[in-house]
């Protein structure tokens, strides 16, 4: 079965700090993945995604993600982190063999940056 | 970036009535739009996938007939939630793309409660 797994329910950084927001994912052939963020009570907003090219992916608000095909991970990561930076966070992938569109959603890492 | 409206953004509504929801694309035409249900501290579940001017697919188990799909022009889709019931709350979110571009943009979510 096609799947995509965050393996933290919960990720703690304090401010200034790097963070790192873990996704891997199972699927046949070469997928297309994203992440996303959700604020509360709001609907998802798009980072980053990754289609082809180079590994290292750059998106919004200075997020950027590695895809590794050894290791079928696709980790979120931020240099510094910022209070703001505090939300929900959703890896999500697109199999080429699958039904064009769909997406297959990981569980959410809830990102908590302290002070 | 692309604008996708949702509402209402909050309903709460009486077991047995019908409740509409709108997902709106406002400065783009959105030939595909999704509809997701997400449960507290849960993931998004895709429920089904509107194309405009025809039939909405459904994920397997989800019910067609309860959960009402009409996706009658490029920019909107409304979902339909009829003779709702307590299980029915949730936060419902819809989703729109472009043609020619892979990303998803969400609208904010609407918060449905049935008592």
């Known amino acids: 079965a096609q799947s995509v797994a965050q393996p933290e329910d919960q990720v703690n950084v304090a401010e200034g700090n790097p963070l790192t927001v873990k996704c891997t994912y199972s699927?046949?052939?070469?997928?297309?993945l994203f992440w996303y963020v959700q604020y509360p009570n709001r609907g998802l907003q798009f980072l980053l995604k990754?289609?082809?090219?180079?590994?290292l992916v750059k998106g919004s608000y200075g997020f950027e993600a590695e895809f590794n095909k050894s290791q079928t991970s696709f980790h979120l990561k931020k240099p510094s982190a910022l209070v703001s930076d505090s939300a929900l966070y959703f890896c999500a992938v697109r199999p080429l063999s699958g039904g064009y569109n769909k997406l297959i959603f990981g569980a959410g890492t809830r990102l908590a940056v302290h002070p | 970036g692309a604008v996708v409206s949702q509402h209402p953004s909050r309903v709460i509504c009486k077991s047995g009535t019908s409740v509409k929801i709108e997902c709106r694309s406002l400065d783009f035409q959105a030939t595909t739009m999704f509809w997701y249900r997400q449960f507290p501290k849960q993931s998004l579940m895709l429920m089904a996938t509107s194309n405009e001017g025809s039939k909405a697919t459904y994920e397997q188990g989800v019910e067609k007939d309860k959960f009402l799909i009409n996706h009658a022009s490029l920019t909107l889709s409304t979902l339909t939630v009829t003779s709702a019931h307590p299980e029915d709350s949730s936060f419902y979110i819809c989703s729109a793309r472009h043609s020619w571009d892979e990303k998803l943009f969400f609208g904010s979510g609407t918060q449905l409660s049935v008592l």
């Open positions: 990754y289609i082809t090219g180079d590994n």
């Open positions: 699927v046949s052939g070469n997928p297309y």
